[in-house]
């Protein structure tokens, strides 16, 4: 049974397609927002971009917490 935060997200990764999904997501985000900052030339619509992308990337992070928070839970009981 996973007990560290680490082990929890592991498991989640393996078995809860929701988890996956959203950590997919997030890397993908994470990836397109290196491309937006590596480029030596940014107009106004990558800054755009840019800070969408963050917020997205937060939302994500964020939904995740909730499910590791709600499965720490589930297993102090």
């Known amino acids: 049974m996973p007990t560290t935060t680490h082990d ?18 997030h890397l993908r985000c994470e990836m397109q927002l290196e491309q937006i900052v590596k480029s030596s030339y940014r107009n106004s619509e990558d800054l755009l971009r840019e800070t969408n992308l963050k917020k997205q990337k937060l939302r994500l992070k964020d939904e995740m917490e909730r499910i590791v928070a709600s499965r720490q839970q589930l297993m102090a009981h």
Do not use: C, T, Y
Request: proline content about 0%.
């Open 8 to 25: 929890i997200r592991q498991s989640l990764l393996a078995e809860d397609a929701e988890f996956r999904r959203l950590a997919e997501e």
